[in-house]
């Protein structure tokens, strides 16, 4: 087995609530989490409004400090790296947000855009070179390369997240965390936002830390899954695993709680159920 | 209880007037739950604003909406008060913007209960806290006194069902109404209104754009596209039969998990479309 790309050693980040008359108490949004993610796998996080899932994506990407663990990416821990090096590290690692509407600045054409983090690299690609590295970013995500020149909001929302992908992927990083990137959408479009992700995963051995409050979406992506509950991860094991055995009362109260079409199923057993017992009467 | 009848709303645009409900016909019967679905831009939500007179101003209207016989689109802004939360009651998606930050729960409930019934205000917090407890909020003694931001998402979301119920409504609008929260919580709130359907006797339009939630808690089903009613009629066969193209591809869509035990029906990778 190699070595995982992303490794999370128990990882706590603590935060210090002033409440009333100046006391303050501390809420521990993240709890002693430790997970690993293989190079080229889909690890899902999954987990109800705040259990700690994007405190945690934001520790990842640096964009915030754990309290005590550690975050090691291809072997760097990410706090223990000088301020210089964490900045040349980030071309590794890239963020897709859950709001297409919010994580694009209006005032930016697409092709601004999706070279922002190109500022990243020491060695990037300037004049014609650059226009030409833009459009094959959007090429590769689905979009014209003509789409640099306009605006975002001369696109639909599942035409910007594959622009807010185009934008995660043109440093080439290693990693991608997403954060309830699809969960904004309408369902047509998610199921092709996330076939998207997987051919790129498959073409270009990419990393995703997937962090997501919907099971259905964790078995359309992800190889491996932790299910996270107040700041903890309760269970973790490949998406068969937990989706088909799971081992947690709370895992299992998540799925049953998962409205799916089974449901008619069961309401037709239970109208036949009903139906000689009414007619006694 | 309600029928509408080749509805169309549009809207003056830059170049012509844009339909955004183009011909619906559709009825929900007396202790009925209809299920409108459709994606975004729809027109699902602008059909429930016309259903209660809500509409923008500019909007254009044709055909019928009929409250027991009464036409909504030709009543006037008197007839609509005196329709409005007492013939039907309105549930929002945002619990958070739906209700007034500066006013407890008691109060925005008690508030709808006296304006339209001589009641004192003893009795109508008597009535706030009863309807707090029907809606199963966790300590209504307490939630009573407590303001939206003390209160979580699915707390709230009950709170607004509570307004909705206080003057004793025979139809109940709910336009997505669970969206905004966690899975274990929308299948409460969803077990609230099914039990309102079957308990009370209540006539429930459910909007939502997720099939999952139309398949527990609708007894009929209408497929909205642009506007357009694709496919309507009970929820069970047009799930597992649709005969609509663009109702095939929103199942398909699904999630596999959430489309599992479907049973019978036409095998889903025929349907082609978005997946």
Not at chain 1, 35 to 47: H, I, N
Not at chain 2, 64 to 72: M, N
Not at chain 2, 114 to 120: A, E, K
Request: glycine share 10%; hydrophobic share 45%.
């Amino acid at each position: 087995m190699t070595a995982p790309l992303l490794s999370i050693e128990n990882l706590t980040r603590d935060y210090a609530l002033r409440g009333r008359g100046g006391a303050t108490r501390t809420l521990r949004a993240v709890d002693d989490v430790s997970l690993a993610v293989e190079a080229g796998s889909v690890f899902a996080v999954v987990g109800e409004s705040g259990c700690g899932k994007s405190t945690l994506a934001r520790i990842v990407m640096a964009l915030d400090r754990p309290t005590s663990g550690t975050v090691r990416l291809g072997g760097d821990d990410l706090f223990a790296l000088s301020p210089t090096a964490l900045a040349r590290k980030r071309r590794d690692f890239q963020m897709v947000f859950q709001d297409p509407y919010g994580s694009l600045n209006p005032r930016h054409s697409v092709g601004r855009i999706v070279a922002e983090p190109l500022c990243l690299l020491d060695d990037a690609p300037r004049g014609r070179d650059r226009q030409a590295l833009i459009a094959r970013a959007l090429e590769e995500v689905g979009l014209p390369g003509s789409a640099a020149a306009r605006y975002p909001h001369e696109f639909s929302g599942g035409q910007r997240q594959r622009i807010a992908i185009a934008r995660a992927l043109i440093t080439r990083p290693k990693l991608v965390v997403a954060d309830e990137a699809v969960s904004a959408l309408d369902l047509s479009i998610q199921a092709q936002i996330l076939r998207l992700i997987l051919g790129l995963r498959d073409r270009h051995g990419l990393t995703v830390l997937f962090i997501t409050h919907n099971l259905g979406v964790v078995d359309e992506i992800a190889d491996r899954v932790g299910v996270m509950q107040a700041g903890r991860l309760v269970e973790t094991g490949t998406v068969r695993e937990v989706l088909d055995h799971p081992r947690e009362d709370y895992t299992r109260k998540l799925l049953a709680a998962e409205p799916t079409l089974a449901v008619l199923a069961q309401r037709e057993r239970r109208a036949w159920r009903a139906g000689p017992l009414a007619s006694c009467d | 209880m309600l029928a509408i009848r080749n509805l169309s709303i549009a809207f003056p645009g830059a170049a012509g007037p844009v339909r955004v409900v183009d011909d619906v016909s559709v009825e929900v019967g007396r202790g009925e739950s209809l299920g409108i679905v459709g994606e975004s831009g729809s027109g699902k939500s602008m059909l429930s604003l016309a259903a209660i007179g809500l509409l923008p101003r500019t909007a254009r209207t044709s055909g019928e909406i009929l409250l027991e016989g009464q036409d909504i689109l030709r009543m006037g802004e008197r007839a609509l008060c005196g329709l409005r939360g007492r013939r039907i009651g309105m549930i929002f998606q945002e619990p958070m913007t739906a209700l007034n930050p500066a006013m407890t729960a008691g109060q925005q409930i008690a508030e709808g209960i006296r304006l339209h019934r001589r009641v004192g205000r003893a009795e109508a917090r008597a009535e706030a806290l009863r309807l707090l407890d029907r809606v199963r909020i966790p300590d209504p003694a307490r939630r009573i006194d407590s303001y939206p931001h003390e209160m979580s998402g699915g707390q709230r979301q009950r709170v607004g069902i509570a307004i909705a119920l206080a003057l004793e409504p025979d139809l109940l609008i709910a336009d997505e109404p669970t969206t905004a929260l966690d899975v274990t919580v929308q299948k409460e709130i969803l077990d609230i209104l099914d039990e309102l359907v079957a308990d009370l006797g209540l006539s429930l339009i459910l909007i939502s754009h997720d099939l999952g939630v139309i398949a527990r808690s609708t007894d009929r089903t209408l497929v909205l596209c642009r506007g357009r009613a694709v496919e309507q009629g009970a929820t069970a066969a047009v799930l597992r039969h649709p005969t609509a193209q663009y109702t095939r591809d929103l199942i398909a869509a699904l999630p596999r998990r959430a489309r599992a035990g479907l049973g019978e029906g036409p095998p889903l990778a025929a349907g082609g479309g978005a997946r």
